[in-house]
Every structure is written in C-alpha cells, then in structure tokens.
C-alpha cells in the first residue's frame, strides 16, 4: 500500500509531481505563499526578537486573510514596529463582521443537535482581544468606549466587547467613569440572546467529560507530537491495517495524524470512492465542498499504488483551487475549525498542559479564560498551522 501525505502538505513541495497539473498562475501564488511561509516561520521557531521582513510577512497574509488576526501571539503584537499597529487594526476590523460559535474558541462544548433546545451561543471574538489591544497601545480606552458607542446597533458585538470589560477593570486599563458609559450603552440594548439548553445529556456526552475530567487519559509525560507539522510524519505502519476496497481510497486523519492522539487513540478513517468521486461517510454532504475540504485536503490517501493514488487525491484537490470568493472562505473556515479547534484548542493543548493552560486568564470567565486560545504557546502553534496549511490557491 502506498501512504500520500495530505495535499496541504504537498503545497510545500512544489517539485511534486502533484502539482504539475496546475497553470503556471496556481504554480506561482504556491510559490508566493510558500515565501511568506518559510519567513514567518523561521522566526516564530527562534523566537524573539522578530525580523522587519517577519512583520511585513505577517501584514501581507493578514491582508489576504484576516482571520489570522485572532491568533497570533501576544508577544508577537506586544513587540511589533511601527506601520504594524495600523494594518493589524484594519484587519481585526474586518473581523468584526464574523459571528462565530463561542464554543468553537473554547472547549468545544457544544451539545448535539438531537439533546439540545436552541442554538449554540454566538459571538465576535475579536472584541475579546481588546484587553490586550489596550495593554498594547493599539487602542486607548476611548476607542473601546467609542466602539461600544457608535456599534450599538450591531447588539452582538457590543455584548462581545462587554464581555472584555472585566478584564480590562481588574487590569486597571479602564478609568471608572469609561467603564460607567460603557455599562450606560450596554443597558439600552436588548438583552443577550439565551444559549442553547441541554435536554438529555447523551452517552457520548458522559463519555467526553469523563475522559476530560481525567485529562483525556494522559499524564504529564504527554507531548505533543509534530503539531505544526509535517503531519505525514505521525503516520506509522499501523495504518496498513486500513487497506481500502477495490474501487476505493482510504483517508487517514484524526488527532493521532495531527499529533495530540492518545497512545490508545486510533486514526479517524474515511473512504473515498474512485467511481464517484464522493466521501461514502459522507453522503449526501459532499455536495458542498466546504463540507469536506478538511477530509480531502488535510488527511493522508492511502491506495494500492502511487500512481493511482496521486491521480485520486489531485482529481479530487483540484476543486479546491481558484474558487470563488464566498465558496473558498467557506472552505477556509472549515479548515480552520479542524486544524485550530476542534481538537487542538480544546484537547490536544490542553492535555499536553494541564497544569498551566492559560494560567494568566483562566480567571476570567466572560472570556472563556481558561481556553487555551489565550496560552501563547497554542497561539504560535496555531499562527504557523494557520500560515503553513490554511490557504488554498
């Protein structure tokens, strides 16, 4: 059996034979990207100090791709030069306008569908940075006072930025009489929307808090293992145990691909069908290919040959490349909740840090605190994740 590794992987590789398939114009925005890739990287590995061209690297991507203003490290906004402020403010604007599951940046917990009355809390998490913002100089008080005020019609936002008002109090970054007007705003909005309530607490659901309430299993021993990648490292010989049907092509991801699997965790396995060009697991989904960009693009295709192999995975790759607009940040925010998230953030990091997750805010409730997204070396890992493998040409 031969193992490919994951196609956001092979975008590192431009000499694969993969990629030969693509114009000249895919060729040369992988070569583009993988430019900015290796600059930014060098120096997120070194650590500080970070490099003018560091910074211009980041500013270039965060352009393309706004997003990124949500994870980078805090050390890398604490430490940046002057001319950074202005283009991470204007891309954190633009996150303003995304509306993303609370629980997604938290420990995922977000109740099945079939055991739950209502729908899962939303919110803007770039108003949760705001502490920082200001600890930083990138805002003065003022302007959070100034958001609250000339936002309050986006009801949303304006409870998000709230929930960092406490933080900012305790941290003495807020004068009283600015926290008073703020809390004046917030009392003429309509109350917060109610979250979602837990009717029947499934098997599933038992299972998942005890193994967390035991730290999924693990001991301090746990590491994290090539958790920026390359993925295709963390496979070994156990995978040919998953040899697929004639006609069919096994994919291989879960936490043990990505690094934070238990010893005792196995691979999350798929199949992909040669005749169809579908996922079988995930019929009918994959008629929206946002809905399994994580699976085609971020796991390892395992067939009888490499030939054949590499024609499947480029054939069914190849959908993903110069997409529309609206179509490709679909795709990019679903593998942004795989590669990020859901488990990273909310087990992996975690278990591999159980005494001293996010020791500086896991006070903070309002925030989600104790999440991980605020631990900078999470943040890091997910900052190269996020320039490594979360972009399509």
Request: overall charge negative; glycine content about 6%.
């Amino acid at each position: 059996m031969h193992v490919q590794a994951p196609f956001i992987e092979l975008l590192h590789k431009p000499t694969d034979p993969i990629l030969s398939g693509l114009d000249s114009s895919a060729r040369e925005k992988i070569s583009w990207r993988n430019s900015l890739t290796r600059t930014i990287c060098a120096d997120l590995e070194q650590g500080r100090p970070y490099s003018d061209a560091f910074y211009g690297a980041i500013a270039t991507i965060m352009d393309e791709q706004p997003r990124l203003t949500l994870y980078l490290p805090f050390n890398v906004l604490e430490h940046a030069p002057e001319g950074f402020c202005d283009a991470y403010l204007g891309n954190w604007k633009r996150c303003w306008g995304y509306r993303d599951i609370r629980e997604c940046f938290n420990q995922g917990d977000i109740y099945e569908r079939t055991a739950r009355r209502g729908e899962p809390e939303r919110i803007v998490k770039a108003m949760h940075l705001l502490p920082w913002l200001v600890q930083y100089g990138y805002l003065s008080a003022n302007d959070v006072v100034t958001i609250v005020r000339f936002m309050r019609e986006d009801q949303l936002l304006c409870w998000s930025a709230y929930d960092a008002l406490e933080i900012m109090e305790k941290r003495e970054q807020i004068s009283r009489d600015q926290s008073f007007k703020i809390r004046e705003f917030m009392s003429c909005l309509t109350p917060r929307l109610a979250t979602s309530e837990l009717l029947v607490e499934t098997p599933a659901r038992k299972q998942w808090l005890a193994e967390r309430s035991q730290n999924y299993g693990v001991g301090e021993e746990f590491e994290l293992r090539n958790p920026t990648g390359p993925f295709s490292a963390n496979l070994d010989e156990s995978v040919q145990a998953f040899t697929p049907k004639a006609g069919q092509i096994t994919l291989i991801g879960g936490s043990r691909l990505k690094g934070y699997g238990r010893p005792q965790s196995d691979y999350d396995i798929y199949h992909y069908d040669l005749y169809s060009g579908q996922i079988l697991e995930m019929v009918p989904l994959c008629d929206d290919i946002a809905n399994v960009a994580h699976i085609i693009l971020g796991m390892a295709w395992m067939g009888p040959d490499e030939k054949n192999v590499a024609a499947a995975q480029y054939e069914a790759a190849k959908h993903y490349i110069s997409l529309d607009a609206e179509t490709r940040q679909r795709c990019l925010n679903r593998m942004e909740m795989d590669l990020l998230q859901f488990r990273l953030m909310h087990k992996g990091f975690p278990a591999a840090h159980p005494r001293d997750c996010s020791i500086e805010t896991r006070m903070f409730d309002s925030i989600d605190g104790a999440s991980a997204f605020y631990d900078d070396r999470y943040r890091i890992i997910a900052t190269e994740l996020f320039i490594k493998y979360l972009w399509l040409p």
